[in-house]
Each structure stands twice: as structure tokens, then as C-alpha cells.
């Protein structure tokens, strides 16, 4: 069974348990929550085998709550139930996963694209009409800034040319 190293993982993985044990999400009194999850961040929770093999994933560059601790919650719940790529994680699977949580820096308008590193600074773009999406950094094959637009931009349907894009970046901590 997969031990968390990290309060991020724990918190992660104890709501992946308990949802898909019970079908209900955990509520924790806010003057519980440390003041570390008590920050606005946004995250993203994936979920591997033991052999990591991928499962699911959740999350979003933006936050949606208050508090990291609830961000972490509803992505953890996210990955396990709602990616589409495996279907939910089920009772039986539960000795057989582990989780990450990615916490997300705030993200910056990128003024030179020369200066960005696919292995550290996830992309996020945007274009005309709002429509984003976003890579996170260090995904395998995908080595240059413009192998993440071609990909943000084939993942997300996005057709706009790439030079009426804006594009952001950010960085990524990993806590298993």
C-alpha cells in the first residue's frame, strides 16, 4: 500500500480512500486546516499503479477554492472518479495506487519564449475568445516550447494562430 511522504499526498490519498469507500467527501473545520493549505493555489492530483502506469488526473491552473487543503480534496475526489481515461478507481484498486499532488505557481505573462524550459515552466494559452488550456511541464516528448503549444493546441482545440495567442507560464511542485 502506497505510504504518502508528503501532508499533500496524505490529505490527497485519505480522500480518494474515503470517497471511493463511502461515496462522501470528508469535511474538515477550517481552524483545523494548517496554515500552509490555507493558501488560494491551485493543484493538480494524479493517481498511478504501483507500476506507474497512469490512471486519472484532476485539477486546473486556477483555483477554484479558498484553500489549498479544499483544492487538493476535490482534485484528489476529481482523479479518482472523474478522468475519463481508466473510468473510477474502485474499491479494489485502492492497494494499488499511488497519488501526487502538483501545487502550481501563480502564472506569468511570457514576454520571451527563448526563455522558457519545457522540463521546468508548464504553459498555459489563451486565446481570442478566452479559450485556454494548458501542459504541464516535464511531460515526456514533448521538449521544446513549441512542441507544448502544438500539443495545448491539438489537446484543447484550439485553432488560432500561434502568434495571436497569449501565452503564460508557471512552475510546478511535485509531493507524493
Known amino acids: 500500500m502506497f505510504t504518502p511522504k508528503t501532508n499533500y499526498a496524505k490529505i490527497a490519498f485519505d480522500a480518494i480512500l474515503f470517497f471511493v469507500s463511502t461515496g462522501q467527501v470528508r469535511k474538515t473545520s477550517e481552524d483545523k486546516i494548517p496554515a500552509d493549505l490555507k493558501l488560494k493555489m491551485a493543484c493538480i492530483v494524479s493517481i498511478y499503479d504501483l507500476n506507474d502506469n497512469f490512471i486519472g488526473q484532476y485539477g486546473d491552473v486556477d483555483s477554484k477554492n479558498d484553500f489549498l ?68 511541464p516535464n511531460i515526456k516528448g514533448v521538449k521544446t516550447v513549441d512542441k507544448q503549444i502544438e500539443k495545448i493546441k491539438s489537446d484543447y482545440e484550439i485553432t488560432e494562430d500561434t502568434s495571436s495567442l497569449e501565452l503564460f507560464y508557471f512552475k510546478s511542485t511535485r509531493y507524493d
Open 69 to 136: 487543503y479544499d483544492e487538493i480534496i476535490e482534485n484528489a475526489i476529481g482523479a479518482a472518479s472523474k478522468d475519463k481515461s481508466n473510468g473510477p478507481v474502485k474499491n479494489d484498486q485502492l492497494n494499488q495506487i499511488k497519488v501526487f499532488v502538483d501545487v502550481l505557481s501563480s502564472p506569468h505573462k511570457v514576454e520571451d519564449t527563448g526563455e522558457l524550459k519545457p522540463q521546468k515552466h508548464g504553459l498555459i494559452i489563451k486565446d481570442k475568445s478566452g479559450k485556454k488550456g494548458f501542459i504541464m
